[in-house]
């Protein structure tokens, strides 16, 4: 058989996602994955006795009944065990120091200069008062906000790796509003999905309000934030069990072209055939799209080729214990020279390292013109560096090069919308929504695609 009601190009977490909605919308459904497995950035597999997720991952707005929650709650047939993920911490020459989280904790935060720490005070607080005014902060860098003209090199250091670690890029593209939604002073939701007519899952009903309570007293940046317990591929494992049998997969299957007939997607080639189907849902990158179809319009064209994408390095360590370094739960951000993230993911299980052994994972954005061996080179040169002593101690060296987001949320940067110029071709995926990061944005992106079918009649529940 060749002919489905939906197909979806992509295996990764968006793509099983979708395949789950249509599937128990009643719709039969074909995968195509390219690769031999499922769940691409969003996975867990072993190496040398340690189980290694894709990157290091926290899973944002679970609690407040985030997207994914929603997915879970409506979709899922079991829902995997998620743990608080604990908290960031800056790594400093003398030990860890909270991330600060109110405008009290940035005044004291003594790594910094004193005189930068109040211009920074001042610069969040004007913020905050003109998003209340009506200001739209996603058009504001965060380089244009604060005086650098007067502000140390450390200040721009450390300003430069918290705007790469929520957005994939610099403060000169990263905006104020992704910063506030990463220092979880502003709440995004569903409402704008959910307010359709008969669209009522008890969801919360706030919006991208900056909350200026949360300035004085935010307790932690990682509010509502989590990690799989028994890893990344949890989440995947449990789409994947959730599936109905009118769920077909075919792994090792690369869709090479989306064929269109006056403008209306009908199916897609592979190697192996052509298929054929009254939706396509595709999850793959967005700015590949004139690839498998040439006739495009060029606008569209043109804003693709806006797409703003960041590459990172994972290094995976697996560390003997005695090294007592990594003795909590949640990250911490090293912010001088060659920034990078750390998560100690065998805190939150420790089948994941083997007995006395810690899994700690690094994570670098690099920067693709620089030679990819050097980069490795650097990075982990960085690691000896900020925790002396540590070489005696590594029982296993892994590396990860990924794109971690199809799109980067960056100023000027594009995002794509769930429909397309081509009649009945979707999109899904981190290309697809802009809303907070990663895996919740993806799910942000099929509950988009919910509502559009919905609004189309393709699907009724
Ligand atoms: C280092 C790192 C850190 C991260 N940190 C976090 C975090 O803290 N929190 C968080 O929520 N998220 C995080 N993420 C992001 C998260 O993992 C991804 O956003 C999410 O898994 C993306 O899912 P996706 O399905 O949209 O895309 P992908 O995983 O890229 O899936 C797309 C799929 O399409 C397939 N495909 C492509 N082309 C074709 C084709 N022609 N034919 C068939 N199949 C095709 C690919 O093989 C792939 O399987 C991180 C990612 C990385 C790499």
């Given at each position: 058989?060749?002919?489905?009601?939906?197909?979806?190009?992509?295996?990764?977490?968006?793509?099983?996602?979708?395949?789950?909605?249509?599937?128990?919308?009643?719709?039969?459904?074909?995968?195509?994955?390219?690769?031999?497995?499922?769940?691409?950035?969003?996975?867990?597999?072993?190496?040398?006795?340690?189980?290694?997720?894709?990157?290091?991952?926290?899973?944002?707005?679970?609690?407040?009944?985030?997207?994914?929650?929603?997915?879970?709650?409506?979709?899922?047939?079991?829902?995997?065990?998620?743990?608080?993920?604990?908290?960031?911490?800056?790594?400093?020459?003398?030990?860890?120091?909270?991330?600060?989280?109110?405008?009290?904790?940035?005044?004291?935060?003594?790594?910094?200069?004193?005189?930068?720490?109040?211009?920074?005070?001042?610069?969040?607080?004007?913020?905050?008062?003109?998003?209340?005014?009506?200001?739209?902060?996603?058009?504001?860098?965060?380089?244009?906000?604060?005086?650098?003209?007067?502000?140390?090199?450390?200040?721009?250091?450390?300003?430069?790796?918290?705007?790469?670690?929520?957005?994939?890029?610099?403060?000169?593209?990263?905006?104020?509003?992704?910063?506030?939604?990463?220092?979880?002073?502003?709440?995004?939701?569903?409402?704008?999905?959910?307010?359709?007519?008969?669209?009522?899952?008890?969801?919360?009903?706030?919006?991208?309000?900056?909350?200026?309570?949360?300035?004085?007293k935010n307790k932690k940046v990682s509010y509502d934030q989590y990690y799989p317990r028994d890893g990344l591929k949890a989440i995947v494992n449990a789409v994947l069990f959730s599936l109905p049998e009118t769920v077909e997969i075919k792994t090792n299957a690369a869709v090479e072209d989306i064929i269109t007939e006056d403008s209306t997607a009908t199916g897609v080639s592979t190697g192996e055939g052509s298929y054929y189907a009254d939706k396509i849902i595709y999850s793959a990158f967005v700015k590949d799209i004139p690839e498998?179809?040439?006739?495009?319009?060029?606008?569209?064209?043109?804003?693709?080729?806006?797409?703003?994408?960041?590459?990172?390095?994972?290094?995976?360590?697996?560390?003997?214990?005695?090294?007592?370094?990594?003795?909590?739960?949640?990250?911490?951000?090293?912010?001088?020279?060659?920034?990078?993230?750390?998560?100690?993911?065998?805190?939150?299980?420790?089948?994941?390292?083997?007995?006395?052994?810690?899994?700690?994972?690094?994570?670098?954005?690099?920067?693709?013109?620089?030679?990819?061996?050097?980069?490795?080179?650097?990075?982990?040169?960085?690691?000896?560096?900020?925790?002396?002593?540590?070489?005696?101690?590594?029982?296993?060296?892994?590396?990860?090069?990924?794109?971690?987001?199809?799109?980067?949320?960056?100023?000027?940067?594009?995002?794509?919308?769930?429909?397309?110029?081509?009649?009945?071709?979707?999109?899904?995926?981190?290309?697809?929504?802009?809303?907070?990061?990663?895996?919740?944005?993806?799910?942000?992106?099929?509950?988009?695609?919910?509502?559009?079918?919905?609004?189309?009649?393709?699907?009724?529940?």
């Amino acid at each position: 058989m060749n002919k489905y009601d939906s197909i979806v190009v992509g295996g990764g977490v968006s793509g099983l996602l979708s395949a789950l909605v249509l599937s128990k919308s009643g719709k039969n459904v074909l995968v195509l994955e390219k690769n031999n497995v499922l769940g691409n950035n969003c996975n867990s597999y072993d190496v040398d006795g340690y189980q290694v997720d894709t990157g290091p991952h926290a899973i944002t707005q679970l609690r407040r009944g985030g997207p994914l929650t929603y997915l879970m709650n409506n979709y899922f047939d079991y829902i995997p065990a998620f743990v608080d993920y604990g908290n960031y911490f800056i790594r400093t020459e003398k030990g860890l120091r909270d991330v600060p989280t109110t405008l009290a904790g940035y005044l004291t935060l003594d790594i910094l200069p004193g005189k930068d720490r109040l211009k920074i005070a001042r610069a969040l607080t004007k913020m905050v008062l003109l998003r209340r005014m009506g200001k739209d902060l996603s058009k504001i860098s965060v380089y244009e906000c604060l005086p650098w003209d007067i502000l140390s090199s450390d200040t721009a250091e450390f300003v430069d790796t918290f705007c790469y670690f929520l957005s994939g890029k610099s403060m000169r593209e990263t905006s104020v509003q992704r910063m506030f939604v990463g220092g979880a002073f502003v709440e995004e939701n569903l409402r704008d999905d959910i307010k359709e007519k008969g669209w009522h899952h008890n969801l919360h009903d706030v919006v991208g309000k900056v909350n200026i309570g949360r300035l004085l007293k935010n307790k932690k940046v990682s509010y509502d934030q989590y990690y799989p317990r028994d890893g990344l591929k949890a989440i995947v494992n449990a789409v994947l069990f959730s599936l109905p049998e009118t769920v077909e997969i075919k792994t090792n299957a690369a869709v090479e072209d989306i064929i269109t007939e006056d403008s209306t997607a009908t199916g897609v080639s592979t190697g192996e055939g052509s298929y054929y189907a009254d939706k396509i849902i595709y999850s793959a990158f967005v700015k590949d799209i004139p690839e498998y179809i040439r006739d495009l319009p060029a606008q569209y064209v043109s804003q693709l080729k806006m797409i703003k994408q960041s590459r990172t390095l994972t290094i995976w360590l697996g560390i003997d214990e005695k090294f007592g370094e990594f003795n909590y739960m949640g990250g911490e951000v090293w912010f001088r020279k060659k920034a990078f993230w750390a998560m100690p993911i065998s805190n939150y299980n420790n089948n994941f390292a083997p007995e006395d052994k810690k899994l700690v994972g690094f994570m670098f954005n690099i920067d693709e013109s620089t030679d990819y061996e050097s980069e490795k080179h650097d990075a982990y040169e960085t690691i000896l560096r900020v925790y002396p002593g540590i070489e005696r101690f590594i029982d296993m060296t892994h590396y990860q090069a990924t794109t971690p987001e199809k799109a980067a949320v960056a100023i000027n940067g594009f995002i794509s919308d769930t429909e397309t110029p081509i009649k009945n071709l979707y999109v899904v995926g981190t290309d697809a929504d802009n809303r907070s990061m990663g895996i919740t944005r993806a799910a942000y992106s099929v509950v988009k695609l919910i509502k559009v079918l919905r609004r189309e009649g393709y699907i009724v529940n």
